[in-house]
Nanobody, 125 residues
Framework: QVQLVESGGGVVHTGESLTLSCAAS????????LGWFRQAPGKEREFVAAITWSGSSTDYADSVKGRFTISRENAKNTGILQMNGLKPEDTAVYYC??????????????????WGQGTQVTVSS
């Protein structure tokens, strides 16, 4: 079992930055793929970024590529999503998720069994 808790959300203006953290408890976090997803009001939950258990590979949605950076510190059981150049369309509840997801399935939220409760990010213009 893995429990995840996100933090770091808030209200910012266009162009500003936020750093989201995902604190994990449980034995296997360091062995699992870590993903970040987001869900805006009235929309489906969508993939944002993912990182392999070792941190050797990362992937991003086209909408955030070049602005967001995903990382992890396995020794601290923590995942990070650094968000720069925020835009109003980034407004959403952000979730971290983890599981032993094959890298080829990293975009599929159905592959992730463990989810945090989410943290709200609001970007005003």
């Amino acid at each position: 079992q893995v429990q995840l808790v996100e933090s770091g959300g808030g209200v910012v203006h266009t162009g500003e930055s936020l750093t989201l953290s995902c604190a994990a408890s449980g034995r296997y976090f360091s062995s699992y793929t870590l993903g970040w997803f987001r869900q805006a009001p009235g929309k489906e939950r969508e993939f944002v970024a993912a990182i392999t258990w070792s941190g050797s590979s990362t992937d991003y949605a086209d909408s955030v590529k070049g602005r967001f950076t995903i990382s992890r510190e396995n020794a601290k059981n923590t995942g990070i999503l650094q968000m720069n150049g925020l835009k109003p369309e980034d407004t959403a509840v952000y979730y971290c998720a983890t599981q032993s997801v094959p890298w080829g399935r990293r975009l599929d939220l159905r592959m992730y069994n463990y989810w945090g409760q989410g943290t709200q990010v609001t970007v005003s213009s």
